[in-house]
């Protein structure tokens, strides 16, 4: 027998003869029903799973963790071999299609139902109560939590999909929440992750801690380290009620700097806290609005700062690498709920994005603002504040933009400012979309920059983590120049892969820094960009007789795309901005106003309702067929029905185009469409590309510009993959390429998921090409190999 490591990282995995792998994490008969948390270190992984390790070589420390004991994952077992349960739900697991979804439902409604109805030999319940009265004689109000044993490793990331019980009160409570947490290892949604990952539910165990409530008065979060440069400063955010409000995002804490080698605070930002989660009273939390005397009070003492440092000081000192912590502070009592690994420092980047170059030292540059970095590089330069988008021309070259959001027709100025800073936005949004391809560091939503910022100021913009320095860190500005592009130019001679990689182009000045990549063409022309920077809008030009300008507009843009991309296929999207995005240009007023743009007027279903519109994208279109630029494909955006498709091509055959000879596909953005995608491949589609920065957000119900509930913006959310699966199969099925072209197709996690599920193409970003194309060469030599070891084994 050997062990090795997992090469997903997902624990030990031991090699049986014969080649079958388990993952261990077995029963173990000798184990204890019950831990304590002084009596766990974190090898006890496969006994009380991520978390109750991870708290056990906390409390180890003689850190202020809350009392806690944990019901191992033997007892689990021994419950599942004791009832009789184990053989039932092995087989039922066993013969389960997890695609089918109704069948995956079913079985796990089934399961949990067997599991909590089932009775817990007298001999854990005992134990559990026995433990529980040791935390505390009277009924001490806990948190009730599961830990399932491979929870919190890299890349298994279960946390999240087990339950957590909270304000659970009384023995019966607890036995019952037991239950419930053993009962929901085996939701639909865990069964279904288990089985894609290659996880064997046999030996996946689940653990149960059971912990002193904590009901914070404030908390949050500690970098015991410098999360960039790794310096010995301690950053400390902090806000009023539970940390949950911190680490969501809901509200802008208090940020702390701590030197830990002066021992002395030598940054505070006190926010204007509005918001506190806070218990429900009933098993969950809610969100209210802070008193106004707290609201712009400091959260932390001076004292309090010292002693959570000195806290992460001890927890940094003992991993032996900076600590991400959370913290909750109640009364005078501290207590420190959480401890993971920073894993950013060491991997940022230098000037403008070029790899490997170093963040340059922070020193006593103080952090100004946070969003998300929503395009890589550094960046030094003074703020032109925008407030309205008619002042757009105050900006001047090398400056840092910093407004609300940024509108298609702010694109002039993006072309020449040093870094971009918006209030508002998440990954996809306009700024972070315009500026990565730009080449232009920007951080997006960060609440607040245009009322932290003033014109004319001095700051340093972190592009890749999201953060604005005060001053100029001066090695950037020395670098700003020289290593521009730096990333692109370098990106030598590509890798030849089967799966094609291409480029996403929104601008045509970007088209020469896109075929600098070596892509195999490209999966996306966004043309809104190319007419939007005239500031007029496609109904100014109708209205006003000057339809030729516009063709003429299209057709100048396309064709310098094309001409970067001579012989390979550039798909070229019909017209796609929601109708604020028109709102402040010649001819906005005649946009219509809507309560939700994004559902709104968009898309293809805008150019079926407005021929003119769509005629004359059609007739550029066509001069560039009839140019000999053969490789132009047309992509519809937003469409929901193949009606609509056939609807669009029948328009165009109207208008004298050759359509079954020329290539048109569909944007795959609806779930609709994904669903239907059948359909679509009858009435003839060319190609199919997943627009997934839409089709995240209309499956899953979340603006993706909404930075409030960013963090719930999940590309792989469970439904967002089935519905990719089943569009990909179907379309190799009926031999049609079936590419992506969101911003998930520059994720090489993303990727590599794509590639395995026989995806035929990718569209990336320029700056992320050379990494997309490297994931993609190592997946599908991964694929090869281990078809071929599997052969040889055979
Ligand atoms: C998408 O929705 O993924 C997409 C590429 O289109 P846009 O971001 O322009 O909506
Ligand atoms: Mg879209």
Known sequence: MLILPAPTGKGMIIIKQGGDKIISGACMNNMPNILWLEEIRKEDITSVGGKGASLGEMASLGLPVPK???????????????????????????????????????????IKGQVLKAKVPAATRDEIKKAYRKISSDDLIVAVRSSATAEDLPDASFAGQQETYLNIKG?????????????????????????????????????????????????????????????????????????????????????????????????????????????????????????????????????????????????????????????????ETFYILQSRPITTIGTKKGAQGAPGAGAPAMGDHKILLQGQGASPGIAVGKVALIRDVKDIGMVKEGDILVTRMTNPDMVPAMKKVAAIVTDEGGMTCHAAIVSRELGTPAVVGTKKATSVLTSGQIVTVDGEKGLIYEGAFEQV????????????????????????????????EAAARAAATGADGVGLLRIEHLILGLNKTPGWFITNHREEEFVKELHDGIKIVLDAFPGKPVWVRTLDAPTDEFRNMMG??????????????????????????????????????????????????????????????????????????????????????AILIEDFLTCGIKFASFGTNDLIQYTLAIDRNNENIADMYQPKHPAVLRLIHNAIQTCREHGVECSICGQAGSDPKMVEWLVEHGIASVSANIDAIAKIRETVARTEQRIILEAARNRNAE
């Open 588 to 673: 906005g007023e005649n946009e219509p106003h809507e309560h939700n743009p994004m559902l709104g007027w968009r898309g293809i279903r805008r150019d079926l309702q407005s021929p003119d519109q769509f005629r004359l994208q059609v007739e550029s279109f066509k001069q560039l067929w009839k140019e000999g630029y053969e490789n132009l494909g047309v992509m519809f955006p937003m469409v929901s029905h193949p009606d609509q498709f056939v609807q669009a091509k029948e328009m165009m055959r109207g208008w004298g185009v050759d359509v079954e000879n020329v290539t048109l596909g569909i944007m795959i953005e609806i779930p609709s469409s």
């Open 68 to 110: 806690a004991f944990v019901v191992t994952a033997q007892a689990f077992r021994r419950f599942l071999v004791e009832t009789g349960l184990e053989q039932k739900i092995y087989k039922s697991l066993d013969s389960l299609d997890v695609e089918n979804n109704e069948a995956l439902e079913k079985a796990a409604e089934n």
């Open 171 to 331: 023995e019966a409570a607890l036995l019952t929440a037991v239950q419930k947490c053993w009962a929901s290892l085996y939701g639909a949604r865990a069964i279904y992750y288990r089985a894609k990952q290659g996880f064997d539910d046999r030996t996946v165990n689940i653990a149960v801690v059971v912990q002193q409530l904590v009901n914070s008065e404030k908390a949050g979060v500690m970098f015991t380290s410098h999360p960039i440069t790794g310096e010995p400063l301690t950053i400390i955010e902090g806000s009023w009620g539970l940390g949950e409000a911190v680490v969501s995002g809901s509200v802008s804490p208090d940020k702390y700097v701590f030197d830990q080698r002066t021992e002395k605070i030598v940054d505070r930002l006190v926010s204007t806290k509005k918001v506190e989660i806070i218990a429900d009273g009933g098993h969950g939390t809610k969100s209210v609005e802070v008193d106004m005397q707290r609201q712009d009070a400091q959260v932390l003492s001076d004292a309090e700062v010292s002693k959570l440092a000195m806290y992460g000081k001890i927890t940094e000192n003992h991993y032996g690498v900076p600590q991400d912590v959370e913290w909750g502070i109640v009364g």
């Open 477 to 508: 500005v020395q670098k700003q120049q020289a290593a521009a592009h730096q990333q692109v130019a370098g990106a030598g001679a590509p890798t030849i892969t089967a799966t094609s990689v291409k480029v996403n182009v929104s601008i045509p």
